[in-house]
T-cell receptor, first 109, second 112 residues
């Protein structure tokens, strides 16, 4: 079956750096997405990786290794507003998105 | 920009009653989706539509139906609601060039 694994919850300190990991086993691979979801709100797009390597976008970076079925989202200079759930999703061979359960990130002052 | 509009925002429904969740987009995206989100689980696809006039079943389609009469609208109907359909429902559309999903604000449904 298809599976996306990410930690349920993580805690980090304001101003610090945090890495949220995502491992996947899917039937085919056509890209990996990271979304941010604040409590009670809709998910919003953060990043997209289809080739191996690091994609940097401001304070957020996303890394992909297709051979390892692995990605991470790196958040730098954490701010209180970064407290949210971070969802990893993989597009499979049928171009359908398979979603992880999300990682709830708690930022402490 | 409106993007995707869902209605209602929240609803309490008696078991056995029918309900239609409305979804309208103004981005002219061909593909649209309905997901449900439950605590501890990832977003689960209920139904999707790749283009107006076509629909397909997702991971959890039972008890739900959809229609896609035009590009903008993609309503989700629960014919006879059951308590296990208590959830937050998200409608989304995708940009076919990037695959990025754009989500509505969600509809919180409680079936008693």
């Amino acid at each position: 079956g298809q599976n996306i694994d990410q930690p349920t919850e993580m805690t980090a300190t304001e101003g610090a750096i945090v890495q949220i990991n995502c491992t996947y086993q899917t039937s085919g691979f056509n890209g990996l997405f990271w979304y941010q979801q604040h409590a009670g709100e809709a998910p919003t797009f953060l990043s997209y990786n289809v080739l191996d390597g690091l994609e940097e976008k401001g304070r957020f970076s996303s890394f992909l290794s297709r051979s390892k079925g692995y990605s991470y989202l790196l958040l730098k200079e954490l701010q209180m507003k970064d407290s949210a759930s971070y969802l990893c999703a993989v597009r499979d061979s049928n171009y359908q998105l398979i979603w992880g359960a999300g990682t709830k990130l708690i930022i402490k002052p | 920009t409106a993007g995707i509009t869902q209605a209602p925002t929240s609803q309490i429904l008696a078991a056995g009653r029918s309900m239609t969740l409305r979804c309208t987009q103004d981005m002219r995206h061909n593909a649209m989706y309905w997901y449900r989100q439950d605590l501890g689980l990832g977003l689960r696809l209920i139904h999707y539509s790749n283009t107006a006039g076509t629909t397909g079943k997702g991971e959890v389609p039972d008890g739900y139906s959809v229609s896609r009469a035009n590009t903008d609208d993609f309503p989700l109907t629960l014919a006879s609601a059951v308590p296990s359909q208590t959830s937050v429902y998200f409608c989304a559309s995708s940009d076919t060039s990037t695959g990025e999903l754009f989500f509505g604000e969600g509809s919180r449904l409680t079936v008693l």
